[in-house]
């Protein structure tokens, strides 16, 4: 067993258990003396379902057994973190609202149909979404923004960013965040001048536009590149994840904070009191 305190401290579900999230965000869930696990959440049909979540990741049994009725294991707890696919995340917002339990979404990838459905349960619960729940990354956000408002259209932006193979999503939420930060420090729009991937004879780069790319190699965490380049020189803001517990323990955070917060969709600038 774990040995948390589940009586005065708030519990937590963890959807996607078995993934490479899932299981960090287990562990710093048990090494935390600030919050308890009440849950873990998998796919149906998925081979932990049944199983006791600390015996499933290779170690003793801490009295939590995965299920697949998420709604069932929500209603237990004071917060979900969920990083697993758009569709499940959108299911879940729905899920956690009706639970009134605090929804940290780290998935990325959602389409803007998601993104209306996800706002539409943060009527009803405190929802705290962002495609990179690291400090770091929230703080280049902010040093982006404030290079791009200081450069003009002689310096060409693009994001740069490098993850392991297996990841299924292009851009990386991080590097929408970071061309988001870039285009408001312009004043511009991203939708308008984004140019998201290049092939063929695609004629000159146009001014103003910020680039995607995206590496896709090996077992790369997360890394993002900011470059700021005109005919003369050149300025790279870079982050480099060395480890996903800085994502998790973002996300620990993120569910700590929520507890006492207003229903309504929360960043995690908001988190960390970085928003101006
Ligand atoms: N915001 C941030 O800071 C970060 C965000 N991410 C994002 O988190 C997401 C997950 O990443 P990662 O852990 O690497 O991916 P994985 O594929 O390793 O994990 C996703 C997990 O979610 C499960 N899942 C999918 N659909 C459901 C469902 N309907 N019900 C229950 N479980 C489900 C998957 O199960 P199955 O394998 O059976 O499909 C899998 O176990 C991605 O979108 C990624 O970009 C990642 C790191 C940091
Ligand atoms: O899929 C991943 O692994 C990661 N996804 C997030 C993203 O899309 O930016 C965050 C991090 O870079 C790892």
Partial sequence: MSGQDNSTTPGIVITGASGRMGQMLIRTVLASDRVHLAGAVDRSG?????????????????????TDDALEAFAKAQAVIDFTAPAATVEFAGLAAQARAVHVIGTTGLNDEDIDAISRAARHAV???????????????????????????????????????????APSGTALMLGEAAAEGRGVVLEEVADRGRDGITGAREAGHIGFSAIRAGAIIGEHDVMFASQSERIILRHVAEDRSVFANGALRAAIWGQDKAPGAYDMLDVLGLND
């Fill in 46 to 66: 998925h081979d932990w379902i049944g199983r006791d979540v600390g015996e499933a990741l290779g170690g003793s049994a801490v009295g939590v057994i995965v």
């Fill in 127 to 169: 929802i705290v979404r962002a495609g990179n729940m690291s400090l770091g990354v929230n703080l280049l956000t902010q040093l982006t923004k404030k290079v791009a408002a200081a450069l003009d259209a002689d310096f060409d932006i693009e994001v740069i960013e490098y993850h392991h193979n297996r990841k299924v999503d």
